[in-house]
């Protein structure tokens, strides 16, 4: 079926990184709003926001202390409602993330919770008297440490899979349920158009609390499967989409560890009633070796076609999925997919081309569509990330690594490397902040950013720009069949788009070598025309055979008579 967020391109933004207005080096709805026109400009028809909820920011905003209200630091409700105004007129849809997985510790409902064992809010989280005097079990959390704090007061355990400030609720709590139901409403009348839902696979806990396995001589044992894609998470999303989500207008977007093309059926199925999309992990750690500070040699068909053609082949009945490369908590796509120095931007439009021409919904993650980098000269005293910090304290003073290699693997691996301040203009700040920024600016801004390259035609930014257009002017680009060839090649990816005889012929050369292209001889067409490369092509209608030069991507229109 036809909808607005199958057609539309989406963009992310990290909301405290993309531009400040009011001279306190963090960013803002205001900030967004001044640049809806170059984002329209783009092409771009959604905007997904990072949380801009009322947060303490332990963890940027996923840790929410009032659900009713916007961050003051981002400009207050009516800064929001502005913007969604703002959006709207423009013909701009907007989605929201929505943490409902934990809230701030310093959320009402954990403040009362805490108090004593029998608050009427205690068991809205997840609370244990521990065992054999200390914690119930030996699970770590994912921003490194125990999941379990001591609570003083009662003296009680509660559980927080990420950070100690991020108690989890306890969804089993019919009470709970309908508070966060009533709150999802709320937003949607302001006239939110979809939701993100921030860790949505692990609403549910094994609540017999197991030990769990440990790995590698570490402290905490590998816990994720008894806090993940459980099986009452699905009866959670399916009350939440029967009770809230009662016309089919919205997209409900879930994050979903865990699941990939073969099992986000489960997620996304027609028949489910759950989710529209789930946003996968599948491309993360690509080209990761054993160890964070270790790297790998991209494997073309494993790591990438594997995935991105397997999210392809599947059939609509099973959902529709995002395309995408990087988010806030990934590194940049161009340094981890791609050359980020001698061919940057022949990579970084290389990526853009498999992006935009496979079926899903793009979502550009800010600062992709210039090529903004990973901060490779970041000192520990750069981040910001929680998650660093904690992290140190289990492997560099344990002695598990070496500080050395903890800063290179950062280099690799950490989240700040996306969260870098977008970069407008050469001046101060990159243009995004007369004050010192929350973050450091990438030291790359100078010759990255977006002024020079709105000037340049042959920009990543120009040709992100082309290719929008030429998604949004050509349905065998949206809901067009997916047939891939040469899947066995391991440096090129290639494959036709086709309505009917209207097809799309896309080819890519992954790497900085020089393969040679081949037709196969089964696939037959013609009215070839060159609609959009990367490099100047003099052999533009001969598609039989094509030696291509390093992270040459070109896109064909043709008309395909057999294959
Ligand atoms: C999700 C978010 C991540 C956040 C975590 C806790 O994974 O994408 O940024 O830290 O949930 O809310
Ligand atoms: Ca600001």
């Not at 879930?254 to 009633?273: C, F, K, P, V």
């Not at 042959?458 to 257009?469: C, G, P, V």
């Not at 036709?496 to 080819?507: G, K, N, P, Q, T």
């Not at 598609?543 to 992270?551: D, V």
Request: proline fraction near 3%; charged fraction near 30%; charge should be negative.
């Amino acid at each position: 079926m036809n909808k607005w967020w199958k057609e539309g391109v989406a963009y992310q933004i990290y909301v405290r990184s993309f531009k400040d207005t009011n001279g306190d080096g963090v960013g803002d709805l205001k900030g967004i709003i001044e640049k809806l026109d170059y984002l329209k400009d783009l092409g771009i028809d959604i905007v997904y926001l990072n949380p801009i909820n009322k947060s303490p920011n332990d963890d940027n905003g996923y840790d929410i202390s009032d659900y009713y209200d916007i961050m003051d630091e981002f400009g207050g409700m009516h800064d929001f409602e502005l913007l969604i105004e703002e959006l709207h007129k423009r013909g701009m849809k907007i989605i929201m993330d929505m943490v409902i997985n934990h809230t701030s510790d310093e959320h009402p409902w954990f403040v009362e919770s805490r108090k004593s064992k029998d608050n009427p809010y205690r068991d809205y989280y997840i609370w244990h008297p521990g065992k054999n005097g200390g914690p119930p079990n030996n699970w770590g959390s994912f921003f490194g440490g125990s999941a379990w704090e001591l609570d003083d007061t009662t003296g009680e355990y509660y559980l927080h899979i990420f950070s100690k400030k991020m108690p989890d609720l306890n969804w089993r709590n019919p009470k709970l349920r309908e508070e966060i139901k009533d709150m999802i409403r709320f937003w949607m009348e302001k006239g939110v158009d979809g939701f993100r839902f921030d860790a949505i696979n692990h609403l549910e806990k094994n609540f017999d609390f197991p030990d769990a396995e440990i790995k590698n001589g570490q402290i905490y044992g590998d816990f994720i499967k008894h806090v993940q894609n459980l099986p009452k998470v699905h009866d959670y999303i399916k009350e939440i989409r029967r009770d809230v989500f009662n016309r089919d207008y919205h997209v409900l977007i879930g994050e979903t560890g865990g699941i990939s093309y073969h099992n986000a059926y489960i997620y996304t199925g027609l028949d489910r009633q759950e989710l529209d999309m789930t946003f996968h992990f599948d491309m993360h750690s690509v080209g990761r070796g054993e160890n964070d500070w270790e790297r790998k040699r991209i494997d073309l068909v494993k790591d990438i076609k594997e995935k991105m053609s397997g999210w392809q082949l599947r059939d609509e009945g099973q959902g529709w999925c995002p395309l995408f490369y990087s988010n806030h908590d990934t590194t940049r796509t161009v340094s981890r997919l791609g050359n980020d120095s001698r061919y940057h931007r022949e990579s970084a439009t290389m990526l853009a081309t498999l992006q935009l021409t496979q079926k899903g919904t793009p979502f550009i993650y800010y600062g992709d569509e210039i090529g903004m980098t990973n901060a490779w000269d970041y000192k520990l005293e750069d981040y910001r990330d929680v998650a660093v910090f904690n992290k140190y304290k289990d492997f560099v003073e344990t002695g598990l690594v070496s500080e050395e290699d903890y800063l290179k693997g950062l280099h690799y691996m950490s989240r700040d490397n996306s969260r870098t301040p977008m970069q407008w203009n050469d001046d101060k700040n990159a243009g995004f902040s007369e004050a010192e920024p929350w973050i450091r600016v990438n030291t790359n801004y100078k010759t990255i950013n977006v002024e020079s390259q709105l000037k340049d035609e042959n920009s990543i930014l120009n040709y992100y720009k082309k290719l929008i257009q030429i998604r949004k002017n050509n349905k065998e680009l949206i809901y067009g069949d997916f047939i891939e060839i040469n899947r066995e090649h391991d440096e090129i990816y290639s494959y036709i788009r086709r309505m009917e005889d209207s097809a799309f012929l896309v080819i890519v050369n992954f790497f900085d070598k020089n393969p040679e292209f081949i037709l196969p001889g089964d696939i037959k067409l013609n009215d070839v025309k060159l609609v959009l490369s990367n490099y100047e092509c003099d052999d533009a209608d001969n598609i039989k055979k094509i030696k291509l030069r390093p992270y040459e991507a070109r896109v064909y229109r043709v008309r395909l008579l057999t294959c």
